[in-house]
């Protein structure tokens, strides 16, 4: 067990989005101070962070340079190259821990992974070529979704397959990346459990939430989700076995599918979550904050519901509601400080708060 | 009516102590950034701003560069001296106004004002020496207590005097500087209102609170306070009449003396106060938030209570108690960054929700 990092130490995380800017937030509420390095100039979680490091990710220097000024390394995304990862592992301790990237950098370890510890997925297949496309539609069937095994997230990197005959197409859209193709799953709605583990191996789950899509793009996440008592235990369990399994230390996203035969295991995310924005006005210690919480050796916290949420992400234009949206009654604004509002990004959110049902 | 500050637009915070800090954060909330403009070396506030002046209020030329970054300014603390306000002023707008400066950075000046507008206070005389400090007592009687008029807060510049024995010893605690006496009021408790007025001279009151002071320092505040509807409305409208009188834009902290002759204003803070920390996790929209929105010309927004709350200061040593306090269930943890615990010193405070009563 791992001593607690005193009140005043250092936090780095590697990414400057939104994530890492109530990252910064939750840490400073703890009595941590926070540096961010990110490539791109302006970070939005830089406004809110003690340092920044605007640097590429192949940039040696500055990463030593960052990591001598921090106690841990926790990040934001899961696609940091892993030569970065290298030199700063060898500095600081990287929480979540290695493994965990390594499993949801890549939809095939991924996957693998998930059915290696008995959890159900959609039935996949890797792709390199035409043959291996055929062979796995052959044996998964059409309809299905041919994605790229890295480096893919809000929709992107992704073909569907109506049927046999759009798999040249599907296989082209990959650009020579190497692909899975996963089998269509007919499910009834999505949803997600935002959970945690502590460096003592204790886990804390939030109830979980019920995801909308738009144009491949989370659109809401409602808590409470439309779930069996059973079925909301089973999420908690499937959550629980996934961080235990990954000795992992930190907050991690599950996304589920909820089917006639029971929950299903879409994807996994080593990091706090878009769907689990809703803690921050339903519950005393929210995902970021019991983020660092585990990040920081410090014991997980209460992350019990008091509150139904409606989170709407804000995106692109979206955002030109913001005059509305601040008139709103029990409804709270988080805005990302980007400058620009471009089609797809997201540029902020709102929590609409109820009383708990 | 002047038009909102849009999103990007930068803040000025005079004072980067705690409250400077919980303002930043609720300004990037709603897409700000802050600049912050504090004398002593790394301020709080400057771990979760985009900028921190360090110098002290006397060099113009680093004020002149702080106005000429941003947009607006406000302030933590009402003690600014008054000729960084008017270099300030000629740059930029300063919210709360300078009136409301003026009042409360002087305790005679503060209850002149008060029962101008028809509020009641306790009985006052300005004190400059022994002959006053007689006359004064033998209007308004002993037991009294004898404050510096200015610069005075948590408990400090300030004398009992029991009986007529004491005025001397009293007056020499004052130091020279000039002075007011205050009668004794007898009250039952003490309550606080947090109030926001808009640049459209809309304006919005939280639920009174009821404080609890310790060796002059506040200790716990508790909503919902004890009060009937009617002092509690009567709470509201003292409020109203302090911001309408002052034409006052931002958020005031208004504390008042319960006694069975009704409501007595005990005095007035023109800034977000400490006795406000409860509505971080009682509202969708905290004093913070609502401060900035105020000062950057948005609507103000539902400050609504959804849940009961104890704020609890961590003042000191307490901070010591931090590993239990992590582990309370429905307790939120606030620190403020302060790297030394001196006695007297408020290290964070701790907000306890419980469901509405």
Same mark, same amino acid.
């Given at each position: 067990?791992?001593?607690?990092?005193?009140?005043?130490?250092?936090?780095?995380?590697?990414?400057?989005?939104?994530?890492?800017?109530?990252?910064?937030?939750?840490?400073?509420?703890?009595?941590?101070?926070?540096?961010?390095?990110?490539?791109?100039?302006?970070?939005?979680?830089?406004q809110?962070?003690?340092?920044?490091?605007?640097?590429?990710?192949?940039?040696?220097?500055?990463?030593a340079?960052?990591?001598?000024?921090?106690?841990?390394?926790?990040?934001? @995304?899961?696609?940091?190259?892993?030569?970065? +990862?290298?030199?700063?592992? =060898?500095?600081?301790?990287?929480?979540?821990?290695?493994?965990?990237?390594?499993?949801s950098?890549?939809?095939?370890?991924?996957?693998?992974?998930?059915?290696?510890?008995?959890?159900?997925?959609?039935?996949?297949?890797?792709?390199?070529d035409?043959?291996d496309?055929?062979?796995?539609?052959?044996?998964?069937?059409?309809?299905?979704?041919?994605?790229?095994?890295?480096?893919?997230?809000?929709?992107?990197?992704?073909?569907?397959?109506?049927?046999?005959?759009?798999?040249?197409?599907?296989?082209?859209?990959?650009?020579?990346?190497?692909?899975?193709?996963?089998? @269509?799953?007919t499910?009834?709605?999505?949803?997600?459990?935002?959970?945690?583990?502590?460096?003592?191996?204790?886990?804390?789950?939030?109830?979980?939430g019920?995801?909308?899509?738009?144009?491949?793009?989370?659109?809401?996440?409602?808590?409470?989700?439309?779930?069996?008592?059973?079925?909301?235990?089973?999420?908690?369990?499937?959550?629980?076995?996934?961080?235990?399994?990954?000795?992992?230390?930190?907050?991690?996203?599950?996304?589920?599918?909820?089917?006639?035969?029971? +929950?299903?295991?879409?994807?996994?995310?080593?990091?706090?979550?878009?769907?689990?924005?809703?803690?921050?006005?339903g519950?005393?210690?929210?995902?970021?904050?019991?983020?660092?919480?585990?990040?920081?050796?410090?014991?997980?916290?209460?992350?019990?519901?008091?509150?139904?949420?409606?989170?709407?992400?804000?995106?692109?234009?979206?955002?030109?509601r913001?005059?509305?949206? +601040?008139?709103? =009654?029990?409804?709270?604004?988080?805005?990302?400080?980007?400058?620009?509002?471009?089609?797809?990004?997201?540029?902020?959110?709102?929590?609409?708060?109820?009383?708990?049902?």
């Amino acid at each position: 067990m791992t001593t607690p990092l005193p009140p005043g130490s250092v936090i780095g995380i590697l990414g400057g989005g939104q994530l890492g800017r109530m990252l910064s937030v939750a840490a400073a509420r703890l009595g941590y101070r926070c540096h961010i390095y990110e490539p791109a100039a302006n970070p939005p979680a830089g406004q809110v962070a003690e340092k920044t490091f605007t640097a590429p990710y192949e940039d040696a220097a500055a990463l030593a340079d960052f990591a001598a000024g921090v106690d841990v390394i926790t990040y934001e @995304f899961e696609n940091v190259p892993t030569a970065a +990862l290298d030199l700063l592992e =060898a500095a600081r301790p990287i929480r979540p821990n290695r493994r965990a990237l390594a499993v949801s950098q890549d939809r095939i370890a991924e996957k693998t992974f998930l059915s290696g510890i008995g959890l159900r997925t959609a039935p996949f297949a890797p792709v390199n070529d035409l043959a291996d496309l055929d062979a796995a539609l052959a044996r998964i069937g059409a309809p299905a979704i041919l994605k790229t095994t890295r480096l893919g997230y809000d929709g992107k990197g992704q073909a569907r397959i109506k049927a046999a005959g759009d798999a040249p197409g599907a296989l082209a859209a990959m650009q020579g990346a190497s692909a899975v193709l996963e089998g @269509f799953v007919t499910f009834s709605h999505e949803v997600s459990v935002i959970a945690a583990r502590g460096v003592d191996g204790s886990v804390a789950a939030y109830d979980p939430g019920e995801n909308v899509h738009r144009d491949g793009i989370l659109a809401t996440t409602t808590v409470p989700a439309r779930l069996t008592a059973a079925q909301q235990q089973d999420a908690v369990l499937i959550a629980a076995r996934i961080l235990n399994a990954l000795d992992y230390v930190g907050v991690l996203g599950v996304e589920l599918f909820v089917t006639p035969q029971g +929950l299903l295991v879409n994807e996994i995310a080593p990091r706090v979550h878009n769907s689990g924005h809703w803690t921050q006005n339903g519950c005393a210690v929210d995902q970021f904050e019991q983020h660092i919480r585990a990040v920081a050796g410090l014991p997980l916290g209460d992350g019990g519901r008091y509150a139904d949420v409606v989170m709407e992400n804000l995106i692109g234009e979206d955002v030109d509601r913001l005059p509305d949206l +601040l008139r709103e =009654a029990r409804t709270a604004v988080h805005l990302y400080g980007k400058a620009e509002a471009r089609p797809g990004r997201k540029m902020g959110h709102v929590n609409r708060i109820r009383p708990r049902s």
